[in-house]
Each structure stands twice: as C-alpha cells, then as structure tokens.
C-alpha cells in the first residue's frame, strides 16, 4: 500500500521560510518523479514543483521560481520543498505526489499517488 506523508506545515509570517517534507513508502521511491501541488481556499489544485527520480531535473511554476526549492533524497525516500520569501499568497494545503513514470509531471492528471496535505499559513 502507497503511502505518502507530509509535514513541515505551519504558520508563518510574510517572508519567512518552512521547509515541507514527504516520506514516502509501499513504492519503489527511486523511480519516481514527485510532485508538490497546493490547494488556496476557494480555489482549485495547482502545480507547484517537480523533480525527476535522479534530482537532476526540475520544474516550478512561474509564481514560485526562484523562492522555492525541490529536492529529493532516495536513502530517505523522501522529497523536500524548502519556502523561501513565503507570501500570503501561498497559504494553502501542500500536497505530495508520486507520479510512476521517469518524465516530469506538471499537471495533478498525471500523478498516481497522493498525500493527505498539509497546511501552510503565511500571515501579512
């Protein structure tokens, strides 16, 4: 059984950094691109970073490039998003995803498996 856990949520003030963390198990973790996704209050799921199963490649979307980092550790088999410059524009749940293919997933469609979220709240 896939599991995927998030923490590393929080509250936080504008500006501030939270790193977020995803364990993953039941999968073969190194053969897996992961994904981070966020849901805003009233708004619907959206892409946020992807990483391919050697680290080596990734992807963001526009409004976090250059504030947030993806990474992965497959010793671990776990995937990292460190915040930086966080705004309150990125309150929302941060959810994890594994995608079981080796090319790069941008859209929630072509994701297999998926946390259960968790909550980051950034205060103006």
């Known amino acids: 059984q896939v599991q995927l856990v998030e923490s590393g949520g929080g509250l936080v003030q504008a500006g501030g950094s939270l790193r977020l963390s995803c364990a993953a198990s039941?999968?073969?973790?190194?053969?897996?691109?992961m994904g981070w996704f966020r849901r805003a209050p009233g708004k619907e799921r959206e892409f946020v970073a992807t990483?391919?199963?050697?680290?080596?490649?990734?992807s963001y979307a526009d409004s976090v490039k250059s504030r947030f980092t993806i990474s992965r550790d497959n010793t671990k088999n776990t995937v990292y998003l460190q915040m930086n410059g966080l705004k309150p524009e990125d309150t929302a749940i941060y959810y994890c995803?594994?995608?079981?293919?080796?090319?790069?997933?941008?859209?929630?469609?072509?994701?297999?498996?998926w946390g259960q979220g968790t909550q980051v709240t950034v205060s103006s």
């Open positions: 039941g999968l073969t973790f190194s053969t897996n691109v």
């Open positions: 990483i391919n199963w050697s680290g080596r490649s990734t």
């Open positions: 995803a594994a995608r079981a293919r080796y090319t790069l997933g941008l859209t929630d469609f072509a994701y297999d498996y």
